[in-house]
């Protein structure tokens, strides 16, 4: 997403599923999708109020036993959002906190990332599917930057903590008494969207540098590029979080790590969709990158645009393969919006002749066939 967008998809994806929206069945689907909750923490990391350890609150997506009754979840802010925009967003059956089915081999895990200012429910439609065919689905809240916690931090912002939350939630999932077993760890991805996509390209190999970011959003080479929109806000934002690195303990400690990679060789592949902030991307490190990488943006992405983005990313990944899908705006990756939604907020209404419903399925597909494709090879 722009940049330090603090506020502008808050509401857009903070919702619940106080009410289940009937969705048709899945294409194909093998399994019953079963979903429950982790109140992770992050391992040594603090919270940025510096009061305990940092919160890492996940939701799962895997396959159940058969015949497990689907309804709706609880309402529950915390993984959840604001139970009040449910009726913003179609929202899909699952079996909640059924058990989990015991497989002859090993499931697939995938790790998944969301925009900035988002919740991992929004990845709903994604996880639910990939889930339905056989795989483990974990999508975590990044601290700090997420509308679960009901206020957004400019700390949240630094995007390097991100790869890190996602290693520290595969580690749980791991050792997680339910999942840990029925995890292969030799078939390991990771997918995002908008600044989610970003983080899965860190994860990868890629590194995130807040210097690189600031100067080129101040250049005038960044002139009509919406990486940097709105300017004032992130003219705001970079110095709350200057004077923050100079006065806060933990704050500090995260800069010490802007500059390392935080590749996770565990993870063998990534899915990034519609990813942001490709200025504050060396290409040296992006060069370095040896993993498959697949990513699918909109040619009307007038928030995180292809030039800088997405094209960018796909240029200096070596094997990085790229989809355009023609009139898809940044948005329509994200949850699928009741006739309420479409109405009322900015980041439900798509370009003229788009279904996002059929959009979703597409990339549901490619992520499954890319996937797939990396697990034949090993």
Sequence with gaps: MRFFRLLLFTLVFSFSAAAVVAQQTKNHAL???????????????????????????????????????????PEDPKFFGNPAFGKFFVQIPVAFNAPLLIGTQKRPLILLSH?????????????????????????????????AEGQLLAQGFLEWERPEDLTAVLNKLLADP??????DPNRIGAAGHSAGGATVIQIAGGIYNFDAIRDYCNSPQSKGDATCEPRELIRKSVAQLEELRKTDPVVQASFLQQHESHRDPRVKAVFAMAPAIGPAFTPQALRAIDIPVQIVVGDADDVA?????????????????????PHVGHMTFGSECTPLGKEKLDGCRDGAGV????????????????????????
């Design 31 to 73: 399994y019953t999708v079963g979903m429950t909750t982790r109140a992770f923490v992050g391992g040594a990391r603090r919270n940025w109020q510096d009061t305990g350890p940092r919160p890492l609150n996940t939701v799962i997506w895997y396959p159940a036993v058969s015949g497990a009754p689907l309804g709706s979840l």
């Design 305 to 325: 645009p292809m030039a800088t983005n997405a094209e960018y990313f796909a240029k200096l990944i070596k094997g990085a393969r790229l989809t355009v899908l």
């Design 178 to 183: 339910v999942f840990g077993r029925q995890i």
């Design 115 to 147: 925009g900035s200012s988002g919740i991992g429910l929004e990845f709903l439609w994604l996880g639910t599917y990939l889930a339905s065919h056989g795989y483990i689905v974990a999508a975590v809240n990044h601290h700090g930057n997420t509308a």
């Design 355 to 378: 279904d996002r419903a059929a959009i979703h399925r597409e990339v549901e597909e490619q992520v499954l066939a890319f996937f797939g494709s990396v697990w034949a090879q090993e």
